[in-house]
């Protein structure tokens, strides 16, 4: 069976969130500038990924992959570097914080890929 699946990467946002509201919480008490960055870097990630998955399903749900959608995810790269641009630059948001936020996607990622794998195996 396939590794990606619709199931995997909605345990991927769940996971993801879950990992941004531990981490937020732990530093609101330890630095509440990093907190907020981490906060905001964690948000923009779960948002994007949630689009991602949106615009690849779109793209290849069909009988042939939309050009479209895979144009739109492309201009979504772009549209999270300024965005990314805007929380460091512009809101002048704690950097590490920013990164600690992008982090919890891989902290996601991983951890849904530790659930599929240590799920039991249906038996015929």
């Known amino acids: 069976r396939g590794m990606v699946s619709s199931k995997m990467l909605t345990f991927a946002s769940r996971y993801q969130f ?10 609101l ?4 500038e990093i907190a907020v ?8 990630m779960g948002a994007n990924f949630w689009l991602m998955r949106f615009l690849l399903f779109k793209a290849m749900g069909g009988s042939k992959p939309s050009v479209a959608y ?5 201009l ?12 460091v ?5 704690h950097p590490t914080g920013i990164a600690l936020g992008l982090l919890t996607l891989f902290i996601g990622i991983g951890l849904s890929l530790l659930h599929i794998l240590l ?3 249906p038996t015929t």
């Open 18 to 27: 879950a990992a941004l509201a531990i981490l937020s919480l732990v530093f």
């Open 29 to 32: 008490f330890v630095d509440r």
């Open 37 to 44: 960055g981490l906060l905001a870097g964690g948000v923009l």
């Open 70 to 74: 895979a144009l739109l995810l492309a």
């Open 76 to 87: 979504k790269f772009g549209v999270v570097l300024v965005l990314l641009w805007v929380l």
């Open 89 to 93: 630059s512009v809101l002048e948001l």
């Open 119 to 121: 799920e039991p195996k």
